[in-house]
């Protein structure tokens, strides 16, 4: 499992960092360490139902997280079906997750450089909605900003949903997952 955010604590609780706090969520209801530094990540390891699994947070700026995710997939000589990505997604509304068995990047350049180094759209995805900006402003402050208190309520919801949507996918499928959790 790999989501996506940028590194550093001034962008912990951004828009751009949800998928590594439904990364933190899933970690902490499997008791898993996110300790170790390689492949230009931080990694935790640990087995849901005796099979091995790997979340991942990479520590380049979002737009190159393709790279880590290379580095593993290379390293433990995984299929792009293995994979399942973690991600904000200003398309969709704020709270809302969306999960899909694979499909295009969209216009997430983090996702597009993912698709670009692993050669392929076919992995499962989770989407959090973080919503469009209500006003006129740059994009970029926008995805880099904070959740308001209003906010931050509906995303809390999300990120629970969007762990427990990862979940679903690896204990049972991406299907079972889009059909309990697309739409809530």
Sequence with gaps: MSDYGNPGEEYEKTRHNVGFRVIDKIAEKLNIR?????????IGEGKVNNEKIILVKPQTYMNLSGNSVKQIMDFYKLFPEDLIVIYDDIDIELGKIRVKKSGSAGTHNGMRN???????????RVRVG????????DLVDYVLSAFTDEENEKIEVAISHAAEATMKIVEESVEKAM?????I
């Design 34 to 42: 996110i300790s170790k530094k390689k492949f230009d990540a931080m």
């Design 114 to 124: 993912i698709v670009k180094m692993i050669s392929s759209e076919d992995f499962p």
């Design 130 to 137: 973080t919503d469009k900006p209500k006003e006129q402003i």
């Design 179 to 183: 059909n309990e959790f697309n739409g």
